[in-house]
């Protein structure tokens, strides 16, 4: 689950990892990183991270002595590393808990303290204390007007389109990236393999591929379009930003505003012309 647990809040102490993986908080009782990244623990298991409480530098797995603690070995940009670089790529906010044993001032005295969301604002490889490559991720409080949970309504079946809603969440700065890639957008995106409908572009990163999902009939007031697949586009930034800004349209017959050519739309994607001419009349501009 990326995002909240229903029934944890901020602050809740757990006596042991074991617990912690019980609660759904942090998969697994033994990494630094749960499982699918979607969370981390601080418990000073890597010389190289830095807690300053509202800024996090998290040192990735991989590499460490298990009876020094000290680095032997390069990190590698896969498993757990990798899962929280697409995170970072895609937006997704990580569950953060400290231990007991972390050597800084925000650890708790006893157990495991759930510390709520952060986000990803970079990760980097380099040079750590023991002179091996090391990942670092830099991750920032997300404050509670800032949190958003992407809705993960549960399909019927594998490859099913995720239900969505009809009243997405809108409030806060982090609102716009989070919902984009909530499990309907991520359906979407799936679909054309993250390769942009409009231009055709597929974006290769160290994590993989990046596209965005864009709402084609805006989840923000005064629009209030829905967060579903029928109103959902897979886009490379630089069209997301021109579709949203006005500067490109899509015709009922899927021809292009703007720009020539045609949208490209798989047979599993079912696109609504309604929201279509929404978007023609209310957020694309003539000259």
Not at 7 to 36: C, N, P, S, W
Not at 145 to 160: C, D
Not at 214 to 231: F, L, Q
Not at 250 to 261: E, K, M, S, Y
Request: charged share 20%; glycine share 12%; net charge negative.
């Amino acid at each position: 689950m990326i995002g909240e647990v229903p029934g944890v809040t901020e602050g809740d102490i757990f006596r042991d990892r074991q617990a912690l993986h019980d609660a759904g908080v942090h998969g697994g009782v033994m990494q630094g990183i749960g499982g699918g990244g979607n969370s981390i623990v601080l418990s000073g298991g890597y010389v190289d991270d830095v807690d300053e409480n509202e800024l996090i530098i998290y040192t990735g797995q991989g590499g460490r002595d298990p009876n020094s603690g000290r680095q032997i070995a390069d990190q590698e940009l896969k498993r757990g590393n990798l899962q929280l670089a697409r995170h970072y790529t895609e937006g997704n906010p990580i569950r953060v808990t400290r231990g007991h044993q972390l050597r800084s001032p925000y650890a708790p005295e006893s157990g495991y303290r759930y510390d709520g969301l952060y986000r990803i604002d970079h990760f980097w490889h380099e040079q750590g204390q023991d002179g091996l490559l090391v990942y670092r991720y830099r991750l920032i409080k997300i404050r509670p007007t800032e949190i958003v949970q992407p809705p993960t309504a549960p399909t019927s079946h594998q490859g099913a389109a995720p239900a969505g809603t009809q009243n997405p969440p809108r409030t806060g700065v982090y609102t716009v990236r989070v919902i984009r890639n909530s499990a309907v957008a991520n359906h979407v995106k799936a679909i054309y393999q993250h390769r942009c409908q409009i231009s055709g572009e597929i974006l290769e990163t160290p994590a993989g591929r990046y596209a965005e999902g864009c709402h084609i009939k805006p989840v923000g007031r005064p629009h209030d379009g829905p967060d579903t697949v029928e109103n959902l586009l897979c886009l490379s930034p630089n069209m997301h930003v021109l579709f949203d800004k006005g500067s490109i349209a899509v015709a009922d017959d899927f021809t292009l505003i703007g720009v020539p050519g045609n949208l490209e739309v798989h047979q599993d994607h079912p696109i609504s012309l309604d929201y279509l001419r929404y978007h023609r009349e209310h957020i694309y501009k003539l000259g």
